[in-house]
């Protein structure tokens, strides 16, 4: 689940509206942040597996530091406590946690029984695998997608044209580019897959960019 993800950070802004969307949308994707490196640390493993599931070519067979949910909630700790030292708003830490954590869950719908609970190949894995049904994900998705965007452009509005028109040059590339990974090639190599870390690492520097263009239209809870 990508846009999906994507879709709890955009809705999550009127939870927490001081914070920023791209802080928001890190926390839900980031344990897919940090999994690129560990690839490349030999630490993770994936391999390219085309008819694993209906929606992508991966096996995820080894993913324990990253998509176990015992060590989602220790990133989410981190992340949260991180967030509250620099910032001081106890909503958005509480926020963006809740973010984190909430990686595992929505990707127990839609993987194979992949998960692993605890940070450790052995022992039983889960996931109900949404991903066999393309169809069913798509539409699942890009309804939570444009609920998320709703959610997002009810809470705050454009002051300039960056505040419009990046957000929407954003949205899209977003939706660009979760077409291309359903319906395009599958990726060359593992080591392909292993050098997105940077990648996504600028997609996130966009939603930031963007809020700063951008105000509430109430104002914001101070707690």
């Given at each position: 689940?990508?846009i999906g993800h994507v879709a709890l950070g955009l ?81 958005g830490a509480w926020v963006v946690a809740a973010g ?124």
């Amino acid at each position: 689940m990508f846009i999906g993800h994507v879709a709890l950070g955009l809705a999550a802004k009127k939870i927490a509206p001081k914070t920023s969307l791209g802080t928001l949308v890190l926390s839900v994707i980031f344990v897919d942040v940090l999994w690129p490196f560990f690839l490349l640390l030999g630490l993770e493993h994936v391999r390219i597996d085309p008819g694993n599931t209906a929606v992508t070519p991966m096996d995820f067979y080894d993913y324990p530091f990253t998509h176990s949910l015992v060590t989602g909630v220790g990133w989410a700790v981190l992340f949260g406590a991180g967030y509250y030292a620099l910032t001081r708003y106890r909503r958005g830490a509480w926020v963006v946690a809740a973010g984190v954590v909430s990686h595992w869950i929505l990707d127990f719908f839609t993987h194979r029984p992949d998960l692993p609970v605890l940070p450790t190949n052995e022992g039983a894995k889960y996931g109900l695998g949404l991903w066999n049904f393309v169809a069913a994900t798509v539409t699942l998705e890009t309804a939570m997608f444009l609920i998320g965007i709703a959610i997002y452009v009810k809470t705050t509005q454009a002051k300039d044209a960056i505040g419009k028109w990046g957000l929407i040059a954003f949205l899209v590339t977003l939706f660009a580019i979760y077409l291309g990974n359903i319906f395009g090639p599958p990726p060359p190599s593992e080591q392909a897959v292993a050098m997105l870390g940077p990648v996504i690492l600028a997609l996130v520097a966009w939603p930031y960019w963007v809020d700063r263009h951008r105000v509430l239209r109430m104002p914001a809870k101070t707690a």
